[in-house]
């Protein structure tokens, strides 16, 4: 089993709150986690038709039944469930009781909110990262670590890339979908998702998606809504405290798994990676979401932005760090070149403040090249 570098925050809150929340995409790697950190912990899958009717029906006996220190996984399905939780470690007043895992968001963020505010650590799971991999001394190129994605399923079964996210993306759509929303056009809803497939790496244009797909503005914005919810896309904020107008102030689009954008992209096998008109935007997707792994492993606030000025000159990723903004371009070239940090230099110039510069690419790590660190994507 691969371990996971969060399973070290998680053990930390653990001991400090009566209650961990564990949340993050299906197939992220929650329930693997939760059983390996909590191995004492009685394991109880709230997906499963028994524990739900039971936890719907009485939920003091479902507690009697499985007493602390419990895993509840998938507990959006029974939100409720989190007021007697509540009333429990209150009763105790201990740390260490329950684990709960979710894949929703809205659903389990409202529960949590509204029941267990100030008595669970929360911390946010994605599949698994360079590092996790790296660790395992696992070497794969740039073109194949984004054609198969970092879905934990991927490392312990026989299927493919292809098998994998076909059945993922057809079961969320079939699942997750319409718990999330009310769609009575899923077709509709899978042309959209692969549209969006298309615009990975850029600006949100809610107009330009909604002439594209067919459907109006504001269900656009529900859909968009729907995706981030279910962990599907991530929307990079811009970073513009401060600064004028010619900062653009629009989100850019990631997808949270790079191997399903391959696979919504048409993408079969890796050798067409390097000539897919979308390569570079499929590589900073890789790197943005990477680097945000790395945060939410750490148990750090995922604060990341991009910068771009109205004329283009861009950095990828925005870090504050102790009032300093550290600035991270992202290239999917191998070649060393030294005009790879000219946005970078630009930017430092007109923000002002900038600590660490650094270019993140496919060569080979190099020392500072005139303020700015050439960083291979590997090494992040």
């Given at each position: 089993m ?8 998680a ?19 929650k329930?693997?986690?939760?059983k ?8 109880v ?11 719907s ?8 039944r499985?007493p ?11 939100p ?11 009763k105790?007043?201990?740390p ?24 669970t ?7 698994f ?7 395992t ?5 740039r ?14 079964s026989?299927?493919t890339p ?7 993306f ?9 718990q999330?929303a009310n ?24 107009s330009?998606?909604s ?7 504001n ?6 809504s729907?995706?981030?919810a279910?962990?599907v ?19 850019k ?11 919504l ?6 050798s067409?990676?390097a ?7 499929l590589?900073e997707?890789?790197?943005?979401m ?10 750090k ?6 910068i ?13 760090n ?8 992202i ?18 110039s ?13 060569g ?7 303020g700015?660190?050439f960083?291979n994507?590997?090494?992040?």
């Amino acid at each position: 089993m691969i371990r996971r570098d969060l399973s070290k925050r998680a053990l930390e809150l653990w001991k400090k709150y009566p209650v961990l929340t564990l949340t993050g995409p299906r197939q992220s790697g929650k329930t693997t986690l939760a059983k390996a950190a909590f191995r004492k912990a009685d394991y109880v899958n709230m997906e499963d038709p028994e524990n739900h009717a039971l936890a719907s029906a009485d939920m003091r006996e479902f507690l009697r039944r499985h007493p602390a220190p419990a895993i509840f996984d998938e507990v959006q399905y029974v939100p409720e469930l989190l007021r007697y939780v509540q009333a429990e470690v209150d009763k105790s007043g201990k740390p260490s009781q329950y684990v709960l895992t979710g894949s929703h968001q809205p659903a389990l963020q409202a529960a949590v909110t509204q029941s267990l505010a100030g008595r669970t650590g929360v911390l946010e799971l994605l599949p698994f990262s360079l590092h996790e991999l790296k660790a395992t001394k696992m070497r794969k190129g740039r073109d194949e670590w984004i054609f198969r994605g970092f879905m934990p399923r991927l490392y312990d079964s026989d299927l493919t890339p292809t098998e994998l996210y076909r059945d993922y993306f057809l079961t969320y759509v079939e699942r997750d979908v319409r718990q999330l929303a009310n769609l009575r056009r899923l077709g509709e809803f899978e042309v959209f998702i692969r549209l969006l497939a298309g615009r990975v790496g850029q600006l949100l244009n809610v107009s330009s998606l909604s002439d594209d797909a067919g459907v109006a503005v504001n269900t656009v914005k529900e859909w968009l809504s729907v995706l981030e919810a279910s962990y599907v896309i991530r929307l990079l904020r811009p970073y513009y405290r401060n600064f004028g107008k010619r900062f653009v102030r629009s989100p850019k689009i990631y997808f949270t798994e790079t191997g399903l954008v391959a696979y919504l992209l048409g993408i079969r096998e890796p050798s067409q990676v390097a000539t897919h008109p979308l390569m570079g935007n499929l590589f900073e997707n890789m790197v943005v979401m990477d680097v945000l792994k790395s945060r939410l492993n750490d148990g750090k606030e995922p604060d990341m932005y991009f910068i771009r000025t109205s004329n283009g000159t861009e950095a990828d990723i925005v870090l504050e760090n102790g009032g300093r903004l550290d600035i991270y371009e992202i290239k999917a070239s191998s070649t060393f070149r030294p005009d790879m940090a000219s946005n970078l230099e630009a930017l430092s110039s007109l923000t002002g403040a900038v600590g660490r510069r650094k270019v993140i690419y496919c060569g080979r790590t190099l020392d500072r090249v005139g303020g700015t660190q050439f960083v291979n994507f590997a090494d992040i």
